[in-house]
């Protein structure tokens, strides 16, 4: 109750002074990302799309009444034996609900947190402070495993830096859309490096880890224009991820999106879809963390060449309120509840461009006091309290982290293994959930989206003489 009268006080102070109208002048899009992120009236969620509430997902072969979605197919997800139930938008947006399983959730946060948010793949923090070379977050479980204090994580800016951006939220900065032709030009625009911020202060591995933001993956990203640092080079695509993201594309029947019949979008160009089988290669990305209380603006991604090719995105942790428009502000989005283990496509020239937006990310809207539906109860799932039973056994084979199918041929044979042969001790087991408490911990207040993109079409090379008549 406490928690609902502050939110109620707070909205009170907030829209005293706000003239009558100032809502009239909101865009539809805004409009919904006030009442999403509004702590105050207490969140309706009638309005937002569950695909996990069986009425929509037993509407197989047809378009949920009045939604524009259509049930695709039960394809397999990840790891063996997962399935999902693909739904589509008819803009080209596709749904692939509960497609990971708990058990590669668990290794995909691993990975985020303690293998890819680290040099060389830049974070948000880089510009900043001066980050441990074994990177922020095993620079936490060390001092999480010792009672002598370890040097602070230092500032980088000296005196002479004027420090023109923080460690916060991505800012939004309007971009042009790349494409083939302008992607000379685009090249040339000067990308100096953010200025570090004169106003943060040594710290602790602890006390940075909340305010990971980002970490790149593949081509870099330059933020400050909005388009990609090519000759910075490419950095490094997880093969896993790689895998598991093709995995996503190939399981799609993609004529059914966008071929003819029911609920299909109109074809465009050269209707690409139809080689993505053999095309979709994925070269780019970011890994977002987000903490309580963010929210991630209404914004279109421009920056890839690549137009329409799919664009997967991953939850994990705590679900999301994901809002998906069109070309423009003006039109009204869906609201979408995510959750962890839930898979999104955003591919075609209508869906790539379509506003879209975060407007909740976090454990406060399933909390009862502020009378939300039991369905939030609570949306970290179980399976992260505890680390995961059936590790893989076959470490040499697979670095211990198996993620797909194609990984393993030995798929069945390796998941017998590993139930037959993986008789634990309490020692081992003991081990196991200490070495997961400081992920568990992190995640009761927190959403990874890993968020896997093409730049470029594939054998496309940047810089080459002939792309910009290609
Ligand atoms: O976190 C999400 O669900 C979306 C992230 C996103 O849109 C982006 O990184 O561009
Ligand atoms: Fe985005």
């Known amino acids: 109750m ?72 039960t394809v397999p997800g990840v790891f063996y034996g997962y399935s999902s139930t693909a739904h589509s938008f008819d803009t080209g947006l ?15 946060v691993r990975w985020a947190l303690r293998d890819h948010a680290r040099h060389p793949n830049e974070t948000n923090l880089d510009a900043h402070y001066v980050l441990p070379p074994e990177g922020l977050w095993n620079a936490h479980l060390a001092s999480l495993s010792t009672d002598t204090q370890l040097p602070l994580i230092v500032p980088k800016a000296s005196e002479c830096t004027t420090g023109t951006s923080t460690a916060g939220p991505r800012a939004l900065t309007a971009n ?17 490096p953010p200025d570090p911020s004169p106003t943060v202060h040594a710290c602790t591995p602890s006390e940075l880890v909340p305010k990971l933001r ?71 990305g970011i890994v977002n963390f987000y903490q309580t209380k963010d929210t991630l603006m209404a914004h279109v991604d421009r920056s890839e060449v690549c137009a329409t090719s799919p664009l997967v995105s991953i939850s994990l942790g705590n679900a999301a309120i994901f809002l998906i428009g069109g070309l423009t502000r003006d039109v009204e989005p869906v609201p979408i509840l995510l959750r962890s ?25 399933h909390d009862e006091r502020i009378g939300v539906p039991r369905i939030l109860d609570n949306t970290l799932p179980e399976h992260f309290s505890y680390p995961h039973e059936q590790p893989c056994t076959r470490t040499a084979e697979h670095g211990g982290d198996c993620v797909t199918e194609c990984e393993c041929k030995n798929a069945d044979l390796h998941g017998a293994t590993a139930a037959s042969a993986f008789h634990p001790d309490a020692a081992a087991v003991m081990a196991e959930a200490k070495a997961w408490e400081p992920y568990r911990s992190y995640l009761k207040n927190a959403r990874i989206n890993v968020n896997v993109r093409q730049v470029f079409p594939k054998g496309f090379v940047p810089g080459a003489s002939d792309h910009h008549d290609r």
């Open 176 to 192: 042009d859309a790349a494409s083939k032709t302008n992607l000379l030009s685009l090249q040339a625009l000067p990308k100096p």
């Open 2 to 73: 406490a928690t609902l009268k502050k939110a109620r006080r707070q909205h009170i102070r907030t829209t005293k002074n706000r003239k009558n109208d100032v809502d009239a002048t909101w865009t539809p899009f805004r409009a919904a990302e006030k009442k999403y992120k509004a702590r105050y009236p207490p969140l309706d969620l009638t309005g937002v799309l569950d695909l996990t509430r069986e009425e929509t997902t037993t509407r197989v072969g047809t378009s949920s009444e009045g939604t524009g979605i259509y049930t695709l197919a």
């Open 94 to 108: 596709v749904l692939l609900p509960s497609f990971v399983s708990p058990q590669v959730q668990h290794t995909l």
């Open 214 to 284: 980002w970490a790149n993956i593949g081509w870099s990203y330059h933020w400050g224009t909005k388009q990609y640092d090519f000759p910075k080079g490419r950095g490094h695509v997880d093969a896993r991820l790689r895998d598991l993201c093709r995995h996503a594309v190939n399981s799609v029947p993609w004529e059914k999106v966008f071929g003819e019949g029911e609920g299909s979008v109109e074809g465009w160009g050269d209707d690409d879809w139809r080689t993505w089988n053999e095309t979709y290669d994925p070269d780019a």
């Open 341 to 365: 283990g839930d898979v999104i496509i955003m591919s075609g020239p209508a869906c790539r461009r379509a506003y879209h937006a975060d407007a909740h990310i976090h454990p406060l809207f």
